[in-house]
């Protein structure tokens, strides 16, 4: 089913305005945004328009119920200057199983990727080819019910800007095992990309900045032994020349689409990948034994983040130097030459943008 999108473009671009060497993460808009509403059981009203302030009650539940979730995907350029994104289609199904676990209605396949691809197609010109950057595409969902009761809203507003961006850690992280405060349990939203595991997150955030570190290592809530993920990034250890990866299996942290595709790429390269449990004492265990070669995040955002400290019941566990860990270093690189159609796209991930003639009511 083909979704009718009206599109006003802005006659005003703001794209002279960006200094492409210079891009902060997060901060820069580009011009156009999607949205759409959900009313009467059915998403309507499919608009791009000039990206611009929304205008919300003060009573829209979202705002007080956190009935939000959102993505994280970006837009790359080819080797040709042709816009392309990489695995959509796992955003979209993340996406759609985040809306099923907060009562919220799903976004049809081909409405959500013809609006990303449209969209992304219009401000092309704002995809950043430099090393590390690209067009970060954000699309997220609220409910806006104007009503304080607390139940699932009816209406919901549907919405994809994007944001030219670089480097997400411009160096390698420290972490710490946070012992005090839980993400996720079994049961809850840890699987989900709702608002409130962030919102709640915040406050271990900044304990951890106190104590000198750049992120919290989250663990199981049960026994504050068995690693999750750190705050945007699923988390690898090389032990010896295994690498291991938390499973999913208890739904407690996001199914990342870098985690799965640097799985891929791994056992590509002949490497044993093993999800399972991790506990703490294993990877503390390894490291006294000199057999933690690496540690490190993967995310969308984050790509591929060294950690270099692990703190732990006050103690730092400083790992091996950065430049000795060649596989991950190179895995960073198969991955953004993979997104940006440097090098042959063997497992199918990255989806061209099709510049289709745009029909524009300015
Ligand atoms: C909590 C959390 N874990 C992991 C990830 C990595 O997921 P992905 O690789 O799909 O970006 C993210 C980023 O979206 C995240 O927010």
Known sequence: MSYQIDIHTTNQSRLNELDFANIPFGKVFSDHMFIADYRDGKWQNCRIEPYGRLSISPAMSGL?????????????????GNPQLFRPE??????????KRMAMPDVPDELFLEAMKKLVALDK???????????????????????IGVQPSNTFRFIIF??????????????????????????????SKVAGNYGAAMMPYTVAKEHGYNQMLWMDGYEFKYVQEIGTMNVFFR????????????????????????????????????????????VLEAHQQG?????????????????????YRGTDYELPPVEKREVSTQLKQ???????????DSHNWVHKIQEEPLAVNK
């Open 334 to 344: 198969d991955l953004q030459h993979i997104r940006t159609s440097k090098v042959s």
């Open 239 to 282: 032990i010896g020349d295994t690498f291991v990866t938390p499973s999913l299996d208890e739904k407690t942290i996001l199914e990342g689409v870098t985690r799965d595709s640097v799985i891929e790429l791994l056992r590509d390269k002949g490497y044993n990948v093993e999800t399972r449990r991790v506990s703490i004492d294993e």
């Open 291 to 311: 057999k933690l070669k690496d540690a490190f995040g993967t995310g969308t955002a984050a790509t591929i983040t060294h950690i270099v400290t692990i703190g």
């Open 90 to 99: 796992m955003n979209v199904n993340r996406f759609n199983r985040s809306a």
């Open 64 to 80: 007080h119920y956190g009935q939000e979730i959102f993505e994280g995907m970006k837009a790359f350029k080819d080797q040709e």
């Open 125 to 147: 010109d704002w995809i950043p080819t430099g090393e590390e950057s690209a067009l970060y595409i954000r699309p997220f969902m609220f409910a806006t019910d104007e009503y």
């Open 162 to 191: 994007t944001c030219p961006v670089g480097a997400y850690y411009t160096k390698p992280v420290s972490v710490m095992v946070s012992e005090e405060y839980v993400r996720a349990f079994p049961g809850g939203v840890g699987d």
